[in-house]
Nanobody
């Protein structure tokens, strides 16, 4: 099972960009479908985006489509989230997640996650 550690969060002005990283330990990273979720204060955790084990297939929530880009490097065992044109409503704790039994769409339910990261805070000021 992989262990996940996120980094790259911070404070940014609306319209700005941030790149999150999720470093995975272990030699089986490439066998996991990976996803990013977020949780804003007082709200439930929500799906953001996912990527297949090969990196070929991706899936995005409508709220971030066209602004966020997910990618992975299976040599470096790292998942990325490039966030552009950030909005105040993107403010949340962002979590990466790994699943061996989901595809890029079913992982969006958050029900078959094998491992969660600890989260990284993203704050977008207006």
């Amino acid at each position: 099972q992989v262990h996940l550690v996120e980094s790259g969060g911070g404070l940014v002005q609306a319209g700005g960009s941030l790149r999150l990283s999720c470093a995975a330990s272990g030699r089986t990273f490439s066998s996991y479908v990976m996803g990013w979720f977020r949780q804003a204060p007082g709200k439930e955790r929500e799906f953001v985006t996912s990527i297949s084990w090969s990196g070929v297939a991706t899936y995005y929530a409508d709220s971030v489509k066209g602004r966020f880009t997910i990618s992975r490097d299976n040599v470096k065992n790292t998942l990325y989230l490039q966030m552009d044109s950030l909005k105040p409503e993107d403010t949340a704790v962002y979590y990466c997640a790994a699943s061996k039994t989901s595809n890029t769409r079913s992982i969006s339910t958050g029900l078959r996650i094998d491992t969660w990261g600890q989260g990284t805070q993203v704050t977008v000021s207006s």
